[in-house]
T-cell receptor, first 110, second 117 residues
Framework: GQQLNQSPQSMFIQEGEDVSMNCTSS?????WLWYKQDPGEGPVLLIA?????ELTSNGRLTAQFGITRKDSFLNISASIPSDVGIYFC??????????FGTGTRLKVLA | EPEVTQTPSHQVTQMGQEVILRCVPI?????FYWYRQILGQKVEFLVS????????KSEIFDDQFSVERPDGSNFTLKIRSTKLEDSAMYFC???????????????FGEGSRLTVL
């Protein structure tokens, strides 16, 4: 079945650094959603993308819908300790289902 | 801001017992979902529900699972006879639906942690 692979799997960064992560699919998507999950909590929607090439920002976060429609990218600028968590991409698989990526675990060193 | 609420936050049960997890989706949303997450793993789709019926379900969602929208606000997941491997976080989500048949963005609850002993 469809899978979404995220890289890197995990990363340690220094506070203040910029972060980049990506999500790739074997098939074309018409929507990309990016979520952040804190320990013991539910995923929180960060950014939604609906058009190939679209670049959308939410504060220090910027996400892009890849031109091939098989990938998406999330960047975090000037990371802070509260950026710690797991970042998931998600895309529609059929009409009534979203599948989630494997996740990127971010750890920020103060 | 409207949110999805789930109860209980944590339930401990014995293997073979029935469990019902409850969710109140965002009020004007039309699509409802259950996902689960085994500790340290990714978020897995279980089932979607629209117009009072199951729209899609995964291989995980076997005969031991059922969903119901008993009234205008609640959305429940029942596990008939729990197994050890059902231990996980269960997340409810809802979306409002968009023009063109898109389900729209999913909004998640805080989850119900199920521990099967």
């Amino acid at each position: 079945g469809q899978q979404l692979n995220q890289s890197p799997q995990s990363m340690f960064i220094q506070e203040g650094e910029d972060v980049s992560m990506n999500c790739t699919s074997s098939s074309i998507f018409n929507t990309w959603l990016w979520y952040k999950q804190d320990p013991g909590e539910g995923p929180v929607l960060l950014i939604a993308l609906y058009k190939a090439g679209e670049l959308t920002s939410n504060g220090r976060l910027t996400a892009q819908f890849g031109i091939t429609r098989k990938d998406s990218f999330l960047n975090i600028s000037a990371s802070i300790p509260s950026d710690v968590g797991i970042y998931f991409c998600a895309g529609p698989s059929g009409t009534y289902k979203y599948i989630f990526g494997t996740g990127t675990r971010l750890k920020v060193l103060a | 801001e409207p949110e999805v609420t789930q109860t209980p936050s944590h339930q401990v049960t014995q293997m073979g017992q029935e469990v019902i997890l409850r969710c109140v989706p965002i009020s004007n949303h039309l699509y409802f979902y259950w996902y689960r997450q085994i500790l340290g793993q990714k978020v897995e789709f279980l089932v979607s529900f629209y117009n009072n019926e199951i729209s899609e379900k995964s291989e995980i969602f076997d005969d031991q699972f059922s969903v119901e929208r008993p009234d205008g606000s609640n959305f429940t997941l029942k596990i008939r006879s729990t197994k050890l491997e059902d231990s996980a976080m269960y997340f409810c989500a809802s979306s409002r639906g968009l023009a063109g048949g898109y389900t729209g963005e999913l909004f998640f609850g805080e989850g119900s942690r199920l521990t099967v002993l």
